[in-house]
């Protein structure tokens, strides 16, 4: 992964967390046993880790994987960095860290057929990456890794709604052949939040939570909160990506104007996501 890649998942840390639901991840804490086993698909740069001793989770173990070898070398470098910036007693290990009692590992490889060989664990966590795969595979991988009555935490799921101000004329064709080329996509599904729900409500496990997790991002004065307008930059990057050649009309004023917003501070911008708790059978 490149500097530029890494930079991008560093600088939505700050919109996930404003996204993310408390009521579901209040829920989460309250279901979780004191030393939990916690897989990872789509692991990034290992802010899970961060924020699970940020909100209590200090002990058990912790196992993260990503295909990306930079995004998983980033990880085993920054983390414990951080968290001794906070206060917390780390030590690097070769895969990762241990900070109090959780110890944590960053791997190289696919999640959803590394864990499929998974057994017994009491926490998944798949953030931000049910819209990358197929729905049904990763359902069936949850089922198969976690233990019975096994807890799946699958945050900031995108649903649809990309939604740029101030308007646009192209905006409605902009936003529906956006959605469309992530679905032409294998594995890909731009309502993936939507149709999680369905999937897991005709599961025989119990669908815990469901709250909205919207990105919003917009300037204050003129301005965006920490790494945001980098965010912004890379979102506009990945809709003129997906649409080059597409032969949509006005999107090559409606990329000028947006990046023109962006630079004056001006550009605010919404992503529909959810945020899921779904546990499995007790069997």
Same mark, same amino acid.
């Given at each position: 992964m490149t500097h530029a890649a890494t930079r991008y998942l560093e600088s939505k840390r700050s919109?996930?967390?404003?996204?993310?639901?408390?009521?579901v991840r209040d829920r989460l804490l309250g279901e979780l046993p004191d030393a939990p086993r916690v897989l990872e698909a789509g692991c990034g740069?290992?802010?899970? @880790?961060?924020?699970?001793? $940020?909100?209590?989770?200090?002990?058990?173990?912790?196992? !993260?994987?990503?295909?990306? =070898? !930079?995004?998983?070398?980033?990880? *085993?470098? @920054?983390?414990?960095?951080?968290?001794?910036?906070?206060?917390?007693a780390v030590a690097a290990t070769p895969e990762g860290l241990t900070v109090d009692?959780?110890?944590?590992?960053?791997?190289?490889?696919?999640a959803l057929s590394t864990?499929?060989? $998974?057994?017994?664990a009491d926490l998944f966590v798949a953030?931000?990456?049910a819209d990358l795969v197929p729905l049904p595979a990763l359902v069936e991988t949850v089922e198969t890794a976690l233990a019975p009555g096994g807890l799946a935490y699958l945050p900031i799921t995108f649903?649809?709604?990309?939604?740029?101000? =101030?308007?646009? =004329? +192209?905006?409605?064709?902009?936003?529906?052949?956006?959605?469309? +080329?992530?679905? +032409?996509?294998?594995?890909r599904d731009a309502r993936a939040g939507r149709h999680l729900i369905d999937l897991l409500g005709r599961r025989e496990g119990d669908l815990l939570a469901v709250d909205g997790s919207d990105w919003v991002v917009r300037p204050r004065d003129g301005r965006y909160p +920490?790494?945001?307008?980098?965010?912004?930059?890379?979102?506009?990057?990945?809709?003129?990506?997906?649409? %080059?050649?597409?032969?949509?009309?006005?999107?090559?004023?409606?990329?000028?104007?947006? *990046? $023109?917003?962006?630079? %004056? !501070? $001006?550009?605010?911008?919404?992503?529909?996501?959810?945020?899921?708790?779904?546990?499995?059978?007790?069997?």
């Open positions: 919109v996930d967390d404003r996204a993310r639901s408390r009521r740069t290992g802010v899970t @880790v961060a924020n699970l001793v $940020e909100w209590g989770v200090d002990r058990g173990e912790y196992r !993260g994987i990503d295909r990306d =070898p !930079g995004v998983v070398a980033f990880a *085993r470098a @920054v983390r414990p960095r951080e968290l001794r910036r906070r206060g917390h009692r959780l110890t944590a590992r960053f791997e190289t490889g696919d864990f499929a060989d $998974e057994r017994g953030q931000a990456f649903d649809g709604g990309t939604v740029f101000q =101030p308007d646009h =004329p +192209a905006d409605d064709r902009v936003e529906r052949a956006y959605h469309d +080329a992530i679905d +032409a996509r294998e594995g +920490a790494d945001e307008r980098h965010f912004l930059d890379r979102i506009l990057g990945f809709v003129a990506e997906a649409l %080059a050649g597409e032969g949509i009309e006005g999107v090559d004023d409606w990329l000028a104007t947006r *990046r $023109e917003q962006l630079a %004056a !501070g $001006e550009l605010t911008y919404v992503a529909h996501q959810y945020d899921l708790l779904y546990r499995t059978p007790e069997r």
